[in-house]
C-alpha cells in the first residue's frame, strides 16, 4: 500500500454513508433522540440507492429517516458496532458513538466517533483513529473528509508500512487532490521505538504518489542529535521499489585523494529507473556518472552507463561509455549491442575498483543481428577490439563485419548433414588487412549397436579462402582445404541403489583426425589461419554420483554428488597446440587429464582439473575451487590456479559474521610466481534494525583506498548501481 494513500482509502470506503443504511434498518421513523444499539451488526449495503414507496412517503412525518443518496451507496458488504448510533433528521446528519468499528473490504477502521453530513458530504472522525489494511495501518487523533472533493485533513497522523517498515509522521497531513498530499512538520524513518535511531525532519513536505516527495528545510537525526541541514530534499514516494533516498559514499585513496559521492536514484516507471552520481575527488576533480535502465514488454531490455571527469591531475577530459542493449525485434530475430569505450588506455587503472576491470589488457564492443530458423541460424557482427598495453591501436585487427551461418543438421536417412560458414573482413591501420571465407560442410552417423553402446562417426572437409592486401602480403585470391573425421565409442554403465543413488560409469574411446598442410604461406589473423594437423586416439573414463533427494509433495529434486573423469591420447602424428601450458612436441603421449567436482552437501562444491605429464613427470596445469554457500551472505570461495613456467596463482573471498550486529568480508590474491599480493580487500559491517555502516580498506597495485559507506533500511543502499 503507498504511504499516502492510506487517506484516500477513507474517502473510498464511504463509510458514513453505511452507519446511515444501518441505522435506517434498525429504526424507521427515527427520532432526533439517540437511539441506543450495543452493537449494531450492520446489513450488507446493495448496490442500488434505498428507495421510498410512494404510499410509504406520504406517510413518513418529516421526521422520517430521509433516503440513501446513490453517491452513498457500494456494492461492497460493511460490517459497523458501535455503542450508540443518532440521526439529527433537521441537520440531515448521523453519528456513531463509542468503540466505533467499521470492516469493509478486508480493511478495518477504528475511532472513539463519527460524524456524517449528507447535505454536504462532509464527515469527520475523532478520538484513537485507527485504519489498518494488509497489515499497514494509519493513526491519527482526527480526520475531517468532503467524500465528493475526496479532500481533507488528518491531525497528529502516523503511517506504518509493513514491508519497508517505513513510518511517517505529521502533524497535519492535508489531502489536496488525488493523488497529492501535503504535510506539515513531517518526518519519516524505518526505525521502530519512539526514539528512532535515525529519521528525518522537514518544516514542509510536498507528496505526490508513485512519483516525488520533496521536502524544505531538512534536517537528518542520529538519534536526538541533527547531523547536517538541507534547504531542499527529494526522494522516491512509490513503495513497489524503494531504493529511496541515496546518502553519500566517502573515502580516500592513493589516485582520487578524498572523495565523496552523491548518487540520486529516480524510479522513473515500473520498468525504468536511473542512477545519477556527483562525484567529487580532491586529486581528479569533478565527475558526474549516470546508469539508465529499461525493460520492455517481450524481453527487450537495456542498460546505459556514462562517466565523465576533467581530471585537474592530467589536464584533459577521461571517462567511460557502456552501452548493453537486447532487442527482440521479431520471435526468432535479435538485435543485441554491448558497446564499451574509453577516453584513454590508463581510464581503468585511475578509476575502476575492481579486480578484473583496473589491470584489463583488451576492450572490446559489440553490434550483432541474429536470425534463427528451426534448423539454421544467420549472425552478423562487427567487433571492435581496444588493446590497452600497447602504445596505440594501430596493429589492432578488427573484424567489421563477421557474418556466420550455421546448419545444425539435416536428416537423409541414418545420415545427418550439417554445416558451418563465416565471412570475415579483418581491418587495421597497420598491418596485413583482407576477408576470409571459411566453408565446412561435415556428414555424421549415430548408431547404438547392440543397443548398449553409443556410436558415432563423421567427416568433413573445411575450405578457406582468402583476399588478402596490405603490408606486404600477395594479393589475389588463395585457398587452403582440409579434411578432418573423427569417431567416438562409448559404454555406459548405470546402477541404482536402494532407489535413491545412482552410479553411472562410461568408458570412451575417441579418435580424431585432421589433414596436414602448410599454410604458413597464407595470411594470418589469428589462430584459425593455422590449423594443425591431427591423428590422435584417446582414452576416457568418467563416473558419476546422482543422489535422489524426495521432496514432500513436490517434484524430486537431483544433485550430482561427484563427478570424476580421467583421459589421456596418444597422438600418431600432427602437432599439439596450447595457449596456456607449454606443450612438448616430442612426445606422442598427452598429458593425463583429471576433471572432478564434489558437491557432498547444498551449498558446498569443489572441483578440481589438472594435466599431469608422465614422460618428464611433472605437474602442466592445476585448477583449484572450492565454494561455500551459506544463510544470508555468509560465503567462503578459495581458487588456485598453476600454469607450469606460466601462472601460480591463489585467491580466497570470504564473508562472515564475527557477532550478531558485526559481520567481516576479506579477498585476497596473491601470486607465487611474483612473491606478493596482487590484491587484498577487508570490510566490516556494523548492522542494526534500520541502519548499518560499512567501512573498506583495499590495497593494491598503485592505489590504497579507504571507503565509509551507510545504508538505511527501507530506504536503500546509499551506493550507486556501479561504482564508477
Not at 706 to 724: D, E, S, W, Y
Amino acid at each position: 500500500m503507498k504511504p499516502a494513500r492510506v487517506l484516500g482509502l477513507l474517502a473510498y470506503l464511504l463509510i458514513l454513508p453505511s452507519l446511515a443504511q444501518a441505522a435506517s434498518e434498525q429504526a424507521a421513523p427515527v427520532q432526533a433522540a439517540p437511539v441506543q444499539a450495543a452493537p449494531v451488526q450492520a446489513a450488507p449495503v446493495q448496490a442500488a440507492p434505498a428507495q421510498v414507496s410512494p404510499a410509504s412517503a406520504e406517510a413518513a412525518s418529516a421526521d422520517s429517516v430521509p433516503s440513501i443518496p446513490t453517491s452513498a451507496v457500494t456494492d461492497q458488504a460493511v460490517t459497523l458496532k458501535a455503542d450508540t448510533l443518532t440521526l439529527d433528521v433537521p441537520t440531515d446528519s448521523y453519528q456513531a458513538k463509542g468503540k466505533v468499528r467499521v470492516v469493509r473490504n478486508g480493511a478495518t477502521l477504528l475511532a472513539d466517533s463519527v460524524i456524517y453530513r449528507r447535505l454536504t458530504g462532509d464527515m469527520l472522525a475523532e478520538g484513537n483513529i485507527f485504519l489498518e489494511q494488509a497489515a499497514d495501518t494509519l493513526k491519527g487523533d482526527r480526520f475531517s473528509l468532503n467524500l465528493p472533493s475526496r479532500q481533507g485533513e488528518l491531525l497528529n497522523g502516523e503511517l506504518f508500512i509493513k514491508k519497508t517498515n517505513f513510518r511517517l509522521y505529521g502533524k497535519r497531513v492535508e489531502k489536496t487532490g488525488d493523488e497529492d498530499y501535503h504535510v506539515e512538520r513531517g518526518s519519516f524513518t524505518t526505525c521502530d521505538g519512539d526514539n528512532p535511531s535515525w529519521h528525518f525532519e522537514a518544516r514542509d513536505l510536498q507528496v505526490t504518489l508513485d512519483e516525488f516527495a520533496t521536502g524544505r528545510d531538512a534536517v537528518f537525526y542520529i538519534g536526538k542529535v541533527p547531523m547536517f541541514y538541507t534547504p531542499y530534499i527529494l526522494f522516491p514516494a512509490a513503495t513497489e521499489r524503494q531504493s529511496g533516498l541515496l546518502l553519500p559514499k566517502l573515502g580516500n585513496s592513493t589516485k582520487k585523494g578524498i572523495y565523496y559521492d552523491q548518487p540520486f536514484y529516480w524510479a522513473a516507471t515500473p520498468s525504468q529507473d536511473l542512477t545519477a552520481d556527483l562525484d567529487l575527488e580532491s586529486a581528479r576533480g569533478a565527475g558526474v556518472g549516470i546508469d539508465y535502465r529499461y525493460l520492455r514488454k517481450g524481453g527487450s531490455e537495456g542498460e546505459l552507463q556514462s562517466y565523465g571527469i576533467y581530471d585537474t591531475q592530467m589536464e584533459k577530459f577521461r571517462g567511460e561509455f557502456n552501452l548493453r542493449q537486447l532487442e527482440l525485434l521479431t520471435p526468432a530475430t535479435t538485435l543485441s549491442a554491448d558497446i564499451h569505450l574509453i577516453a584513454d588506455r590508463s581510464y581503468f587503472r585511475d578509476f575502476s575498483e575492481n579486480s578484473g576491470e583496473y589491470n584489463r589488457q583488451l576492450l572490446g564492443s559489440n553490434l550483432a543481428i541474429d536470425h534463427r530458423w528451426e534448423r539454421y541460424a544467420l549472425t552478423g557482427q562487427l567487433n571492435y577490439i581496444e588493446d590497452l598495453v600497447a602504445a596505440d591501436n594501430d596493429a589492432t585487427l578488427q573484424r567489421l563485419p563477421a557474418l556466420n551461418f550455421v546448419a545444425a543438421g539435416t536428416k537423409a536417412g541414418p545420415l545427418f548433414f550439417s554445416m558451418d560458414a563465416g565471412l570475415i573482413n579483418f581491418n587495421r591501420v597497420q598491418g596485413a588487412n583482407g576477408e576470409r571465407l571459411d566453408l565446412h560442410p561435415r556428414v555424421s552417423l549415430y548408431q547404438k549397436p547392440l543397443e548398449i553402446l553409443d556410436f558415432s562417426i563423421y567427416g568433413g572437409y573445411e575450405q578457406r579462402l582468402y583476399n588478402a592486401y596490405g603490408a606486404q602480403v600477395p594479393g589475389g585470391v588463395r585457398s587452403i582445404g582440409n579434411l578432418d573425421a573423427g569417431s567416438t565409442l562409448a559404454l555406459p554403465l548405470e546402477r541404482i541403489y536402494d532407489g535413491q543413488l545412482r552410479h553411472l560409469l562410461t568408458p570412451a574411446l575417441e579418435y580424431g583426425y585432421v589433414q596436414t598442410k602448410r599454410d604458413d604461406d597464407l595470411p594470418f589473423f589469428d589462430y584459425g589461419d593455422r590449423v594443425l594437423g591431427q591423428n590422435v586416439l584417446k582414452w576416457s573414463l568418467a563416473s558419476t554420483f546422482t543422489r535422489k533427494y524426495q521432496v514432500e509433495g513436490g517434484i524430486p529434486d537431483y544433485r550430482d554428488l561427484l563427478f570424476l573423469k580421467l583421459s589421456q591420447g596418444y597422438q600418431f602424428s600432427g602437432e599439439r597446440r596450447d595457449l596456456l601450458t607449454l606443450v612438448d612436441h616430442g612426445h606422442r603421449l598427452t598429458d593425463l587429464m583429471l576433471e572432478s567436482k564434489l558437491s557432498p552437501a547444498k551449498g558446498v562444491a569443489l572441483a578440481l582439473d589438472g594435466r599431469y605429464n608422465p614422460i618428464d613427470n611433472n605437474l602442466s596445469t592445476a585448477n583449484l575451487a572450492l565454494e561455500y554457500k551459506g544463510e544470508g551472505t555468509n560465503f567462503a570461495t578459495l581458487g588456485y590456479r598453476y600454469s607450469r613456467e606460466t601462472l601460480d596463482y591463489l585467491e580466497g573471498h570470504f564473508a562472515f559474521p564475527v557477532s550478531s550486529r558485526l559481520s567481516a568480508s576479506v579477498l585476497a590474491r596473491y601470486s607465487f610466481d611474483k612473491n606478493g599480493f596482487l590484491e587484498s580487500r577487508y570490510s566490516l559491517e556494523y548492522k542494526r534494525q534500520c541502519w548499518s555502516i560499512i567501512t573498506s580498506y583495499s590495497d593494491r597495485s598503485g592505489n590504497r583506498s579507504f571507503t565509509v559507506n551507510f545504508a538505511l533500511a527501507g530506504i536503500g543502499p546509499l551506493a550507486p548501481i556501479r561504482a564508477f
